[in-house]
């Protein structure tokens, strides 16, 4: 099956600070969602991008398909960010998600 | 918007009780999905379900059983708790995969202690 992989495993800022996560998959996929754990362990969803970029706010997310990976950058980082970032990706045919093992952002005051 | 709620947020069991951990979507999904996260591990499938009744099994159904008799719900069942089951379990809904957009949407989680 498809492998999901991230990268940093963990990232340290300032706040004000960009940062750049990166997500790569090892086949095609059909779906690639972006999600940010909050601290009471929530999974929020940030985008919905199988390809191209979209941008909301602060966030914005690139995904090159046939190069097989993923970018969430975050601008002007602020504490509120701290929390874990995963990656999925979905495969046609297939009805499951496949998770990154996240990068742990912590962003200091 | 979606809206995916599990029955508790917290939840402290003793070993060898029967346990049930409750999920409903009010989005009219197909799909229902309830994963394990546990430090170190990431999120593990549990079991998924693509249909009321239908059930298929995840990465580590192993001690777990589900029930799906309506669409808007789905149940994870611990039939007998053990340590090792003390985790973060999270539900998840998402419309058919043959669908133009297919995207997960996860409840708030509930923290199982067992004792």
């Known amino acids: 099956g498809i492998q999901v992989e991230q990268s940093p495993p963990d990232l340290i800022l300032q706040e004000g600070a960009n940062s750049t996560l990166r997500c790569n998959f090892s086949d095609s996929v059909n779906n690639l969602q972006w999600f940010h754990q909050n601290p009471w362990g929530q999974l929020i969803n940030l985008f919905y991008?199988?390809?191209g970029t979209k941008q909301n706010g602060r966030l914005s997310a690139t995904t090159v398909a046939t190069e097989r990976y993923s970018l969430l950058y975050i601008s002007s980082s602020q504490t509120t960010d701290s929390g874990v970032y995963f990656c999925a990706a979905r495969q046609g045919g297939s009805e499951k998600l496949v998770f990154g093992k996240g990068t742990k952002l912590t962003v200091n005051p | 918007d979606v809206k995916v709620t599990q029955s508790s947020r917290y939840l402290v069991k003793r070993t060898g009780e029967k346990v049930f951990l409750e999920c409903v979507q009010d989005?009219?999904?197909?799909?229902m999905f309830w994963y394990r996260q546990d430090p170190g591990l990431g999120l593990r499938l549990i079991y998924f379900?693509?249909?009321?009744?239908?059930?298929e099994k995840g990465d580590i159904p192993e001690g777990y059983s589900v029930s799906r008799e309506k669409k808007e719900r789905f149940s994870l069942i611990l039939e007998s708790a053990s340590t090792n089951q003390t985790s973060m379990y999270l539900c998840?809904?998402?419309?058919?995969?043959?669908?133009?957009?297919?995207?997960?949407?996860f409840g708030p989680g509930t923290r199982l202690t067992v004792t």
């Open positions: 998840a809904s998402s419309p058919p995969g043959g669908g133009k957009f297919y995207e997960q949407y």
């Open positions: 991008i199988p390809s």
């Open positions: 989005m009219d999904h197909e799909n």
């Open positions: 379900s693509y249909d009321v009744k239908m059930k």
